[in-house]
């Protein structure tokens, strides 16, 4: 939410964010509404079928090449992958970087 306020008005006009769960069973449309209310969270929380969510992930390169890990919910840390489409440039770095690094990192790629 910090990096969402670092961003400032470019969110939702030259940024977009997304969340995509990795437990669509438990991550319900409503249940992921009601954590964005609470948190103000003011971007876009995606759910699935497992199946599109599995597809997503590997498009994005979010996944751990070990299927057998892949497919442990536990096991999954919290990855943001950013980029910049229009010019290809797509990195990906630790959800839990200090806010202050994601909004560096983000704000350079789409300089670059």
């Given at each position: 939410m910090q990096v969402a306020r670092e961003?400032?008005?470019?969110?939702?006009?030259?940024i977009f964010?997304?969340?995509?769960?990795?437990?669509?069973d438990y991550d319900t449309v409503a249940r992921l509404q009601e954590y964005r209310e609470q948190n103000g969270a003011g971007w876009t929380f995606l759910?699935?079928?497992?199946?599109e969510i599995t597809r997503i992930r590997h498009r994005l390169g979010a996944f751990d090449p070990?299927?057998?890990v892949d497919a442990d919910r536990t096991q999954?840390?919290?990855?943001?992958?950013?980029?910049?489409?229009?010019?290809g440039r797509w990195c990906a770095i630790p959800g839990l970087m200090k806010p202050a690094s994601i909004t560096r990192l983000?704000?350079?790629?789409m300089r670059l």
């Open positions: 961003l400032g008005d470019a969110v939702g006009r030259d964010l997304y969340s995509i769960t990795v437990d669509p759910t699935g079928r497992l199946d070990d299927p057998v999954h840390a919290g990855v943001l992958v950013y980029g910049c489409e229009p010019k983000v704000q350079r790629v």
